[in-house]
């Protein structure tokens, strides 16, 4: 005799119920990324959303592109400035200024500079070149150019990362 439940009785054995879905969702445990970048293929599936939806479902992405691009960029500047030496805390916070060019106001890495636990700032020195860094210093650029694409900082903007807590924060005379 089969019961109210979410399962069948077949003999002695129980069999679970096939999953229920609510209408209008999706039945995949997960969105495969080279079919959601395949504009053919994704806009005719996309074509009764409204103008609001679309920006939602892009807003997500968006936030969370940026979020791990926040991280790496954290695992990079402590890879670089480690905290801690010992007990004591060494660098604190890392801080981009901007830099204006023909391509716009954007996060700057020549304009880095590290905040220590003894309130000293000084500017960033660079490890030295080799095969790991030349990699590091690129994706280091990029970061910081998809950030500026992100944040539109404006001109006199600073940007400051916590290193212990990972917060990024935005200051200065013109801040957004």
Known sequence: MNLPS???DVGT????NPARYAPGSITFARLDPV?????ERVVPLVTDWTREELHRAAAVFSREAGRRDDAELLALLREWNPTWEGSEPDAVKAEFVTDSN?????????RYYVHRADGSVSEFEFPEEDDGFAEQDER??????????VDLPVHGAHLFVDLKTGVFTVEGPHAL
């Open 13 to 16: 054995t129980r069999t679970p």
């Open 35 to 39: 079919f959601l970048a395949d504009e």
């Open 6 to 8: 979410d399962t069948i």
């Open 140 to 149: 280091f650029t990029e970061l910081l150019a998809t950030r500026s694409g």
């Open 102 to 110: 023909e391509g716009g106001v954007r996060w700057s890495e020549d």
